[in-house]
């Protein structure tokens, strides 16, 4: 029997009709019943699935409104670090976000870009075709400095955070432009970091003016290895008369293929054509992707990748066939230079990924606002505000561990970082990266179901979301290759990043001592704090494989940790409300430092590893 009934709701003074059908036992005929017990005759009762009966049926969408100004957090953060102009300018970001680039970017994503592999007359031309909205999205990108405030530096150490306070409200509006955008940045650092004479191109990468602005891509993927780049890459690089080299080998998956300039990796051979294996062969070099002519620069675009996501950013496979290149790095320092690359690219992941969760959060809380199920409103059923709640809460710390990121970042360009902030940027890059990747996976994800179906409709621009949010745990290293750099940070430092962790997150619990309301969450910090240190102090002593199979777990309990640290540090300004303290003891409820309980529970041990294998191929050869 079918069941309809019509719910009257009152919605910010609007009456809104919904009908909530639901199916229950099966009948050959259907009836309807109205929404209250009153009978009406036959002749009256409307024909079921007629016009009149359907009615006009629809749900209201949550709407976009200026997320500055929706985003309580960010104003306080912002006005307890940075001057007051800077609200300003986001207020007008914001705006424009509603106004113009929202529309862009869903424009991306409805009209990816194709390949376009000859001309009319049979000439093999290899153009990556875009639509109007993506060259909108680079020329809005520019005028409003997203790559560039980075680099003025007009607010000393807080510049960066200025920046990415930006990309972080642009993010879920801009159908990925933001990745060609991380990538810009990163080899404006590169470039600045080495100090090497291309100033042309890195003026073009970091300027306003949205004529002269270029963009780069950062092609480090070849077939035999996307992680595992000093045994994978194959590409070799043949010195020439000038000094330029011409660079042959095939790069698997290129990001934003369309990009001006590209930063990619190659061994240099000798004139026997030989060239060193391993990370100390590999050098970095600096290429224009097209000639001034408009072809390719001895590039041939294979294809174009089919993907899950990211459909609006064109990812292609290329052959390159002598591509004219520029050395950047000393040779065989190629690794260790485009590192500055991954932690910029890193950084704007995570920045990223909490402006997606931020994003579904505000539209979730919007439409719970609107929404009404079993005769209210979901935003007055308890538990469905307790979802969106614990979304919030992990939002909340998502994004001051971005912005403390970004803060270190800033403070190191600034020359103003002390060693403890250096450290700390090294060890804490990663761990944001990898953790906030999968929170906004399962945040997305999350949000999404507070929609019902509607969540799984391609149309509501949605899925889409999710759909994106997979991909920052994957590119620019996965989880796990994430957790080996944590592993790789404490080797290199012998150790000392994980005593500045210490020493900070100590420091900030002292401060939050003084409040009695975050008394439990300083509390339960201090005991995941003690426990990580006995761990660690056991660490070195352990043979590689369990360190390794702890590299996940403790990289986890490194993000947990801090996370309580920033909201307790947060909760305890004396500006901060009760929300901020409440934030703060949800989040120090859970299991600050799974490394030490699953320690506990012989996760790590030899025997375990063997088990691990024999559970995951059980009843087969692995
Ligand atoms: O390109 C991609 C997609 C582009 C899209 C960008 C969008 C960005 C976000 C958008 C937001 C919406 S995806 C491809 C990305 N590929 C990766 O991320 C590679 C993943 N693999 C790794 O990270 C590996 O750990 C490697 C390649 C870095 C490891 O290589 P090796 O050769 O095994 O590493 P070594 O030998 O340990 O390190 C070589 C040198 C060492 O320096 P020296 O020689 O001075 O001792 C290391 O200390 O590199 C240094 N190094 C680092 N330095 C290695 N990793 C780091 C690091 N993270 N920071 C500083």
Redesign the pocket.
């Known amino acids: 029997m079918l069941v309809v009934m019509a719910v009257q709701v009152c919605c910010r003074g609007q009456r809104l009709s919904l009908l909530m059908l639901s199916r229950s036992v099966s009948h050959s005929s259907v009836s309807v019943r109205e929404p209250d017990s009153h009978t009406h005759s036959h002749t009256h009762t409307p024909v079921p699935f007629s016009r009149s009966a359907i009615g006009t049926f629809f749900q209201e969408r949550p709407l976009l409104t200026n997320s500055f100004t929706q985003d309580a957090l960010l104003q306080a953060y912002l006005q307890r670090h940075l001057p007051e102009q800077v609200q300003q300018d986001l207020l007008l970001f914001g705006e424009r976000l509603v106004s113009e680039i929202e529309a862009l970017g869903r424009q991306c994503e409805l009209t990816p870009p194709v390949l376009q592999r000859y001309d009319a007359w049979g000439r093999r031309v290899d153009r990556i075709l875009t639509c109007d909205a993506w060259t909108r999205l680079k020329h809005i990108s520019a005028q409003e400095g997203l790559v560039a405030a980075g680099y003025e530096r007009t607010y000393g150490e807080w510049s960066r955070v200025y920046q990415m306070s930006k990309i972080y409200l642009f993010?879920p509006s801009a159908g990925?432009y933001?990745?060609?955008?991380?990538?810009t940045d990163?080899a404006a650092k590169v470039i600045e970091s080495l100090g090497v004479p291309v100033r042309e191109e890195f003026k073009r990468l970091t300027t306003r003016d949205e004529k002269r602005f270029w963009t780069s891509?950062?092609?480090?993927?070849e077939r035999r290895g996307?992680?595992?780049?000093?045994?994978g890459t194959e590409t070799v690089a043949r010195r020439q008369q000038d000094g330029w080299f011409k660079l042959y080998g095939f790069k698997w998956?290129?990001?934003?293929t369309d990009a001006d300039v590209t930063l990619t990796l190659a061994r240099i051979t000798d004139q026997h054509g030989r060239s060193t294996a391993?990370?100390?062969g590999?050098s970095l070099f600096l290429a224009k992707v097209w000639d001034s002519d408009g072809s390719c620069n001895g590039i041939e675009v294979q294809r174009l990748k089919d993907k899950l996501g990211t459909r609006q950013?064109p990812t292609a496979e290329l052959l390159l066939d002598g591509m004219s290149a520029q050395l950047l790095s000393e040779e065989g320092?190629g690794?260790?230079s485009?590192?500055?690359m991954?932690?910029i690219?890193?950084i704007?992941?995570t920045?990223?990924?909490v402006g997606t969760m931020r994003r579904i959060t505000h539209l979730c809380r919007e439409y719970a606002r609107k929404r009404a199920a079993f005769g209210k409103l979901l935003k007055d059923h308890a538990l469905h505000v307790q979802t969106l709640s614990r979304l919030e809460v992990e939002t909340r710390a998502a994004f001051l561990f971005a912005m403390e990121v970004c803060r270190l970042l800033g403070r190191e360009e600034n020359r103003s970082a002390s060693d403890r902030d250096t450290l700390l940027l090294?060890l804490l890059?990663?761990v944001a990266k990898l953790y906030t990747a999968k929170q906004a996976v399962s945040v997305v994800s999350e949000g999404l179901e507070s929609f019902g179906g509607q969540g799984y409709i391609e149309d509501t621009g949605l899925p889409s979301m999710l759909r994106?949010a997979q991909?920052?745990s994957?590119?620019?290293?996965?989880t796990n290759?994430?957790s080996?750099?944590v592993l790789?940070?404490i080797a290199?430092s012998s150790g000392s990043v994980l005593q500045a962790f210490f020493t900070d997150v100590t420091e900030r619990l002292q401060v939050a001592e003084a409040s009695a309301a975050l008394h439990p969450a300083v509390t339960s910090l201090h005991t995941s704090l003690s426990a990580l240190k006995r761990f660690a102090q056991t660490a070195a002593a352990r043979p590689t494989g369990a360190l390794e199979q702890s590299a996940r777990d403790l990289a986890y309990s490194l993000a947990r940790i801090y996370m309580g640290a920033l909201l307790v540090d947060h909760a305890a300004w004396e500006n901060a409300t009760h929300t901020d303290i409440y934030a703060a003891l949800r989040w120090c409820d859970q299991d600050l430092c799974p490394v030490v309980s699953r320690d506990g529970a012989g996760c790590y041990d030899p025997q375990t590893a063997v088990m691990d294998t024999a559970l995951v191929y059980d009843g087969l050869q692995p």
């Open positions: 993010a990925l933001t990745c060609p955008l991380a990538m990163g891509g950062q092609w480090m993927t996307g992680s595992d780049v000093s045994s998956f290129t990001s934003a391993g990370s100390s590999l950013v320092r690794v260790a485009i590192a500055n991954l932690t690219t890193r704007h992941n920045v990223c990924a090294r890059t990663p994106d991909v920052l994957i590119w620019e290293g996965t290759v994430l080996l750099d790789r940070s290199k």
